[in-house]
């Protein structure tokens, strides 16, 4: 089962399609690629986030003049991506630009962490990316135009205490990212991971004092990311001037990596 591109080039740019796109970096990458002149449509996961979702479509709309809209899909079942993409390809144009940002945590140590935190974190966030993928890959390949980007982690490439979870998808993210990007080049479809490390989110304002700290001073360049600076990197990568980028994993994490 795979979505069929719909024929209609409803803006210049086409669509893009950017799952947990509702807050945080999601919502500012919607942003970024409202602002390259991308139809946007801002995926949410349930009811709860519905409202913010629509605020959302509706500003970028108003502040950037494409045509955005919320679609519901809980990306971890492969149906959902389906509709999400077919949905959005309907209503927006072509899907030029699919960004797979959806992720959830469920924090703990290994020898406490139950079987089911472990299996929806990799369900949301390596399942929901690779169900994203697969269905957009054999409309982008005909097309002959694609560029997909997931978010990876820092954690992914050298894991974190009480995250193994979420480590271990993040991880399987750059793999897969690697392996797609060699299937699709020749088709003039790229495909990139990007490596956020703490960025100012609902997630790092949780963060107790002492962690943040802790997280400070192992930044280079002594400060939390915004969201904007990894949804710069993804406009960049969505652009025509990264044509020529593809497989790789950018960190955007101010220096920790060093």
Known sequence: ????????????????????????????????????????????????????????????????????????????????????????????????????????TKDGLMMRMKEEDFDRVIAVNLKGTYNCSRAVIPAMVKARRGRIVNMSSVVGVFGNAGQANYAASKAGIIGLTKSLAREV????????????????????????????????SRIASKRLGQPEDVANAVAFLASDAAGYITGQVIGVDGGISL
């Open 1 to 104: 089962m795979e979505f069929r591109m719909a024929d209609n080039d409803l803006c210049v740019q086409g669509c893009a399609v950017v799952t947990g796109g509702a807050r945080g970096i999601g919502k500012a990458v919607c942003e970024s690629l409202a602002a390259a002149g991308y139809n946007v449509a801002v995926n949410h996961s349930n009811a709860r986030s519905a409202q913010v979702a629509a605020d959302l479509a509706r500003d970028l709309e108003e502040r950037f003049g494409v045509s955005a809209r919320a679609f519901e899909a809980d990306v971890s079942s492969f149906e959902a991506a389906v509709s999400l993409l077919e949905g959005a390809a309907c209503a927006l144009g072509p899907v030029r630009v699919l960004v797979n940002n959806a992720g959830i």
């Open 185 to 216: 080049a020749s088709r003039n479809v790229t495909v990139n991971a990007i490596a956020p490390g703490f960025i100012e989110t609902d997630m790092t304002r949780a963060m107790s004092e002492k962690a943040r700290e802790a997280a400070l």
